[in-house]
């Protein structure tokens, strides 16, 4: 670690080698704070959205095409916290990178893929509650299991396929091409041509957004439309029928899931928009973004909250508890 020293000599990551990177000066208290905090944000993401998939996991009655979606996107979160954190950290802190060239490229691979999944698990869940908002009647005919984790299965394979195809087509290995772009020897840097950055500017960031703010305007008007039914219903005494009260479910839900498409854009569109000199505030923005969502199930979601209580009180442990319907709130 590049503690700061009485005579400000340079530091470098790799003293031996002449086209080392300098290594930033830090003060110890500086590194100890540094690292407690980014390690408690690592274990915070990857704790909760771990709750997330345990609860979705292991009671029988959440195995739904939407929850399916909602634990694949906790599983990219969880590896967020479990891998892309502690590894931005380490480059944040150090200013060097010590894990070789090869995982370089891979951790490349890991954080493209991990993001375009989350947010191509947005645009699943966008899909979803527009099927169930506009079509109700449909729904159940439209969304199935299987068609869930096919169009998960999809994201993930695709997403992977892609982030592989475009570290191989710009000769990342190639140690020439760095040195000639002036990248120095300890440092972890993705060249990307031109012809690629605009395709994985439409691919990744245009064409997701747009479905998802297009799905979820149509969506929010209808809902909209819906509730003024509703309210008109109960205005005039009537009592709402079983297909109102579904409906008044289901808004809820596109309400919910809504919120969580508004955060991941506003952590993912600065990133695009935002030149990259501003520094890395921007970037960890969607990182931390990880850990909002299991906040969120927890503060719209009743079920998650009565899940995470037996599972801190481990009694999903308990004879048959899987089977148990975790939408009845009981009262103690």
Same mark, same amino acid.
């Given at each position: ?35 407690? +905090? ?68 891979? +951790? ?13 698990? #947005? ?18 005919? =439209?969304?199935?299991?299987? !068609? ?14 892609? #982030?592989?195809?475009?570290? @191989?087509?710009?000769?990342? +290995? ?19 041509? +031109? ?7 439409? @691919? ?13 305007? !149509? ?14 219903? @109960? =205005?005039?005494?009537?009592? #709402?029928?079983?297909?109102?009260? !579904?409906? !008044? ?31 890395? #505030?921007?970037?960890?923005t969607m990182y931390m973004n990880s850990s909002v969502n299991p906040l969120v199930y927890a503060f719209f979601y009743p079920w998650f909250r009565k899940a995470l209580k037996h599972i801190i009180t481990l009694k999903i442990f308990r004879p048959a508890s899987s089977l148990m319907d975790i939408f009845i709130i009981v009262s103690v």
């Open positions: 670690m590049a503690y700061e020293t009485e005579d400000h000599e340079t530091q470098y990551c790799f003293p031996a080698i002449n086209s080392s990177c300098i290594k930033i000066k830090r003060s110890r208290h500086e590194y100890n704070i540094m690292y407690v +905090f980014f390690s408690l944000l690592s274990v915070w993401t990857v704790f909760l959205n771990l709750l997330v998939i345990i609860s979705i996991c292991h009671f029988k009655r959440l195995h739904t095409p939407t929850n399916m979606l909602i634990l694949s996107l906790a599983v990219a979160d969880l590896l967020v916290g479990l891998i892309v954190i502690p590894v931005e950290a380490i480059k944040l802190i150090e200013m060097c990178w010590y894990f070789g060239e090869i995982f370089c490229g891979l +951790f490349i691979i890991f954080l493209g893929l991990f993001l375009s999944v989350s947010l191509g698990n #947005l645009v699943l869940i966008a899909v979803d509650r527009f099927i169930a908002v506009i079509y109700p009647l449909l729904y159940t005919q =439209k969304i199935t299991m299987t !068609k869930s984790l096919v169009g998960i299965f999809l994201s993930w394979f695709c997403s992977s396929a892609y #982030l592989i195809a475009i570290v @191989v087509s710009n000769g990342y +290995f190639d140690p020439d091409t760095l040195k000639r772009l002036g990248v120095c020897y300890g440092e972890c840097t993705f060249i990307i041509s +031109f012809g690629w950055r605009v395709t994985d500017l439409f @691919v990744t960031f245009l064409f997701p957004c747009i479905t998802i703010i297009t799905l979820y305007m !149509k969506i929010f008007y209808v809902v909209h439309q819906q509730v003024k039914v509703i309210n008109s219903l @109960v =205005k005039r005494g009537k009592h #709402l029928t079983e297909s109102s009260v !579904k409906r !008044k479910t289901e808004h809820k839900a596109a309400l919910t899931l809504g919120i969580i498409v508004v955060i991941h854009l506003l952590c993912y569109i600065p990133v695009y928009i935002i030149p990259e000199t501003t520094g890395n #505030l921007i970037v960890w």
